[in-house]
């Protein structure tokens, strides 16, 4: 095995272990998914060590180019935390690499992972004497500052060159990882600083009102979090006089009030409004997560009655907006549009896009570095998650179709220019809580909608979604090209599930395991709401009343097809080439 220059890495990564060893984590392997590493935050020390470690190995394999790192667990408790790595156009962390992040943090000493990291380094062809360079934000919780110091002595141990810009949203990031890395091209993405997020933004944003009358104010729920600070920040460059915000939850002094009863996730998840909210009949609300990259907006009706419109409204609110600036400016012959969604998504959404705004729908498994990969396929690609988590995708081809296209009256100018001005306002990297605000914003005052116009686009299906705790997630496992919506194992459950759900008028349920917690998420929609409640409770009652002997020898076969999957070469185990002994 060969070593660095002298072994000088090596050495540094061995002792590096006596300052942050791994915690006990009684016998639990840690996993890189969706969401990254995300934990308790006393749990994380280590795992931070390992992530500098691999941001240097994955920075020297992409040519030196600029590594992204996030510490945020998004819109968990605040006694949580979390780690993930941004590629050099500010995409998710490269799919195959997630092997290597589980590998590293699950060593169980010094040793191994030292040996893990000479593996990693063979394996992939790593030049070790090439320049590794990685920037990194965190968001409010009082974790990061420690969690920081485990994250630098892994840099630092590999040598790495690194920037910290503090507290950030996790799209600021994105944005400053795709900036940093495209200052060389013809057209770079934008300024590489937090100012330059702002200007483009604001300036994008007011360009894209040329042709819009203002919506009176929206008010926004910051969670607590780290969105706060820098809404405020962003205002300043979009002055009062095109949009009125007013900030609500914005305590980021008081740790323990992250995510607490407020914010996207408990918006969405609770069907109802913080308990803050002072909303008249009508008035535009909208909740961001802790790290500012989910969106939703609510209001209250006639009646005082809780509305929400959640990632599938926003999703078919652009794609509509956007869909009528292709057309109006002259392009529809050459730029196509489609929209990406995941099995969460409201039935009522999917027939509205397909049937009344006659676009393309594709259905891909949960996780936004799934919408994402469909999405960056079409000359424009709209994905959002229902829980408010997303983006417009704009290729390089649109682009350019854009840029170059003539316009052949004042009302193709007028579309052009606004469309131009969205490829700029839309963050391209990730779902941005900010620019999708500002996004919805601008489609509103165009439409001259209020939030009850939007609304009456299409009537969701009554929907329901529960959560099962679970012993071991993994034994959920769905069918591959079934968007996750049918189970493979354990066995028989699926058949149950439709036995259950035939009985209800436009029911659809299905199962899956959580991607960040030991639970199941169960899912459901019917034609009435007694309809939905009865369903969703019993395929609850069903994986809750799943007895060990149905459970048990299914795992055992299960670890006889892995044990024999290793042997054939089929498999490749998480601890196979990463650790062991040289």
């Not at 000479?118 to 004497?129: G, N, P, S, W, Y």
């Not at 740790?255 to 069907?271: R, S």
């Not at 057309?327 to 730029?335: A, D, P, V």
Request: with cysteine; proline share 4%.
């Amino acid at each position: 095995m060969a070593f660095s220059k002298d072994g000088a890495i090596e050495t540094a990564i061995l002792n590096g272990y006596a300052d942050w060893p791994r915690a006990d984590t009684k016998g639990k392997e840690f996993t890189y998914g969706t969401a990254g590493f995300r934990m308790r935050a006393d749990l994380l020390d280590f795992v931070m060590y390992t992530v500098g470690i691999l941001a240097s190995l994955r920075s020297r394999r992409l040519n030196s180019n600029t590594i992204g790192i996030m510490i945020t667990a998004s819109h968990n408790p605040a006694a949580d935390n979390g780690v993930k790595l941004v590629d050099p156009m500010g995409e998710m962390l490269d799919q195959d690499w997630e092997f290597w992040a589980t590998g590293l943090a699950n060593s169980k000493n010094g040793e191994e992972l030292r040996n893990g990291y000479m593996h990693a380094v063979k394996d992939l062809k790593i030049e070790q004497t090439k320049e590794a360079k990685v920037i990194f934000a965190r968001d409010t919780r009082p974790s990061g500052a420690r969690l920081v110091k485990a994250l630098i002595a892994g840099l630092e141990a590999t040598g790495t060159k690194y920037i910290d810009y503090g507290y950030a949203t996790t799209p600021q990031l994105h944005y400053l990882v795709r900036a940093t890395n495209t200052q060389n091209q013809p057209i770079p993405y934008g300024e590489v600083s937090m100012e330059g997020y702002y200007k483009k933004t604001a300036e994008a944003f007011k360009l894209a009102m040329k042709y819009a009358t203002p919506n009176g104010p929206v008010t926004v729920d910051c969670a607590n979090g780290v969105g706060a600070p820098k809404l405020k920040e962003l205002m300043k460059y979009l002055g009062s006089d095109i949009l009125k915000i007013n900030i609500v939850n914005d305590q980021i002094e008081n740790p323990d009030l992250l995510n607490e009863k407020c914010g996207a996730d408990f918006v969405k998840t609770k069907q109802m409004a913080p308990p803050d909210f002072d909303g008249k009949r009508f008035e535009r609300w909208a909740s961001l997560d802790g790290d500012a990259d989910r969106i939703v907006y609510y209001f209250h009706a006639d009646g005082n009655i809780f509305r929400l419109l959640d990632g599938d409204r926003i999703a078919t609110l652009a794609a509509s907006f956007i869909g009528d600036l292709v057309r109006k400016s002259g392009l529809e012959e050459q730029i196509k549009l489609a929209v990406v969604q995941t099995a969460y998504a409201n039935g009522a959404a999917t027939k509205y896009v397909e049937k009344v705004l006659n676009l393309k729908v594709e259905t891909t498994a949960t996780g936004v570095k799934h919408l994402h990969h469909v999405a960056a396929r079409y000359d424009i690609g709209v994905y959002f998650e229902a829980n408010g988590h997303g983006t417009v995708l704009f290729s390089a081809r649109a682009l350019k179709q854009i840029r170059k296209h003539e316009p052949q009256s004042p009302a193709q100018l007028e579309a052009l220019d606004t469309l131009k001005a969205l490829t700029d306002l839309i963050n391209q990297t990730v779902g941005d809580a900010l620019s999708d605000l500002l996004l919805v914003e601008v489609v509103l005052a165009h439409k001259e909608w209020t939030v009850k116009e939007w609304l009456a686009t299409y009537t969701d299906l009554p929907n329901k979604l529960a959560k099962v705790m679970v012993n071991d997630r993994s034994v959920y496992r769905t069918v591959q090209g079934t968007a996750e919506r049918r189970l493979e194992s354990p066995p028989g459950i699926q058949e149950k599930i439709d036995d259950i759900v035939k009985k209800y008028k436009e029911g659809r349920c299905f199962v899956r395991g959580s991607g960040t917690e030991e639970a199941v998420r169960v899912y459901g929609e019917a034609a009435e709401v007694y309809d939905v409640e009865d369903m969703v409770g019993k395929v609850t009652e069903l994986i809750s009343s799943q007895s060990s002997r149905d459970i048990e020898p299914y795992l055992s076969r299960r670890e006889e097809r892995r044990v024999e999957e290793t042997e054939m070469g089929l498999r490749r185990e998480p601890r196979d080439p990463p650790f062991g002994n040289s």
